[in-house]
């Protein structure tokens, strides 16, 4: 992704950008689903979606489902779009709130578009007409995450980027000011640079191990620290949404692919061990298993400086946080295109750049992380130790004022530049039973009657729009079909 971008940014011989992996070591490949942020991304930098798609299987993604979170049995969908949509100026989730106080129920997620379409299992592209309803929600993908970088590869290739196959073997920081003056490869080979992006996963090869930047370690509020992963054959519908299923101590992820669904079970070591949590892992599979699992560990937090002299991290390198809500790809991608627009025009990097950029990275990181830690905070099970840990447990200022006003008013803080907005949280406050204690006392102005009037052409615009949409199975064999693909090596035929 890292090279790619900065091959279709920067014109020839602007940049010079030389790609060294090694074809030894493979990806971690488990990141199969995204947020609607990587269209930007894709279109930034020039890439065919229906091409990518195509190329690596994919689905369309309106919203994640979550499962058993706040208590065993529920479920709510996480969309990609709006709830209803603003009267009077006011949020339209305080009307809803007045109806049920009314005593009038109807479902939150039957004011939301996407959720109705992916319970119907139906897709279609949102509308530009901004008057429609069928403008109100995004989509993002559901892809083979090898066969992305697969496909990047070539693409940067053609753009210019050489690559060197090899493992770095060490590292040559300058005696002045012990930046990075090179790196040397197996081969004997040593190559020069001006700015080193690490990308090198867990190990931090770079920022880490040469440059002993410092980590902050964040498990005492995202305790899940290992995951199992196994591909599965398809059984059922594509559905064009991702699952989370809360477990006994984590909880597990199902994405449908064209050829193939990925599943994996993410959990906290102290709580179950490895071989049991596989074994659960592979006893609810929907389908017939395609490999043997394999594992993960990690420990949630970020580093101390995502830019340290003239090395930049970027993925894994830079920091962790388990793919709950699908962010992995995104805070690697806004690395990227954050590095893209802090380059300065000489490679002297000065230190106001260099600090810019950690803020911002910070920034992304933190409030990435309050999100998550709502998830599994914000739950009444109290079946098994991993869940009254959570429930009981102290969270970050920041997360705890949030919850705190919307109990209070409903009233929900965002940021002006945050990657989640209103919706997100509502999705999970409400799925999760955080009921506010009252609403914005401006819906009270509008008339009873006009009331459920309103809502109720909001529900029924919905549901005749989903109606109108063709299945998810019929749009992707018109849109993007992809090639059967052949039997990987070591499958279980």
């Excluded at 770079?206 to 964040?218: R, S, V």
């Excluded at 490895?274 to 599979?285: P, W």
């Excluded at 395609?290 to 937090?301: E, M, S, V």
Aim: charged letters at 25%.
């Amino acid at each position: 992704m890292t090279a790619a971008g900065f091959a279709s940014v920067f014109k020839p011989g602007q940049v010079e950008v030389q790609l060294i992996e090694s074809s030894e070591i493979g990806i971690v490949g488990v990141g199969e689903a995204t947020l609607p942020h990587i269209r930007f991304f894709n279109r930034r930098i020039g890439i065919d979606e229906r091409e990518l798609m195509a190329k690596t299987q994919a689905t369309f993604k309106l919203g994640i489902e979550f499962v058993d979170w706040a208590r065993k049995g529920d479920s709510y969908i996480h969309p990609f779009g709006v709830y209803g949509g603003k009267i009077a100026g006011v949020p339209f989730h305080n009307y809803w709130l007045r109806q049920e106080a009314l005593g009038v129920h109807t479902p939150l997620e039957s004011y939301s578009l996407p959720i109705v379409a992916s319970r119907e299992g139906r897709f279609a592209l949102p509308s530009e007409d901004l008057t429609s309803v069928l403008s109100t929600f995004g989509y993002a993908f559901q892809f083979d995450a090898s066969l992305y970088a697969k496909y990047l590869r070539g693409f940067s290739e053609q753009r210019g980027v050489k690559r060197t196959d090899g493992k770095i073997v060490d590292v040559k920081l300058r005696g002045t000011d012990g930046w990075i003056e090179s790196v040397k490869i197996e081969n004997g080979a040593e190559i020069t640079g001006d700015l080193f992006i690490d990308c090198s996963g867990f190990r931090g090869l770079l920022i880490e191990q040469a440059l002993k930047t410092g980590y902050d370690e964040w498990t005492k509020w995202l305790p899940c620290d290992r995951a199992a992963a196994v591909p599965c054959e398809n059984a059922g519908p594509l559905t064009p949404y991702t699952r989370a299923t809360a477990r006994e101590a984590g909880w597990q992820w199902r994405i449908p692919l064209q050829h193939r669904t990925g599943n994996g079970y993410v959990y906290s070591s102290p709580f179950i061990s490895d071989d049991e949590a596989a074994s659960k892992l592979m006893s609810r599979l929907d389908g017939k298993p395609l490999a043997d699992p394999r594992f993960l560990r990690f420990t949630a937090g970020r580093r101390r400086k995502t830019w340290n002299r003239n090395c930049v991290a970027i993925g894994l390198a830079g920091g962790f946080l388990e793919p709950l809500e699908s962010t992995s790809i995104h805070l690697i991608q806004v690395a990227i295109t954050t590095l893209i627009d802090y380059l300065p025009t000489t490679m002297e990097f000065d230190e106001r750049i260099v600090d810019g950029y950690n803020r911002w990275i910070e920034m992304e990181y933190d409030r990435v992380r309050d999100f998550l830690i709502l998830h599994y905070h914000a739950t009444e099970r109290d079946d098994s130790p991993i869940w009254n840990y959570c429930r009981t447990m102290a969270v970050p200022d920041s997360l705890a004022h949030k919850m705190e006003l919307f109990r209070e008013r409903a009233k929900v803080i965002t940021y002006k530049d945050g990657l989640f907005l209103e919706p997100s949280w509502l999705a999970v406050y409400f799925g999760q039973r955080v009921v506010p204690r009252a609403y914005h006392p401006l819906a009270d102005a509008l008339p009873a009657a006009d009331l459920e009037s309103r809502l109720k052409t909001v529900r029924t615009q919905i549901s005749d729009a989903v109606a109108g949409m063709p299945t998810h199975e019929e749009f992707l064999a018109q849109y993007c079909p992809a090639d059967p693909m052949p039997m990987a090596a070591g499958a279980r035929p």
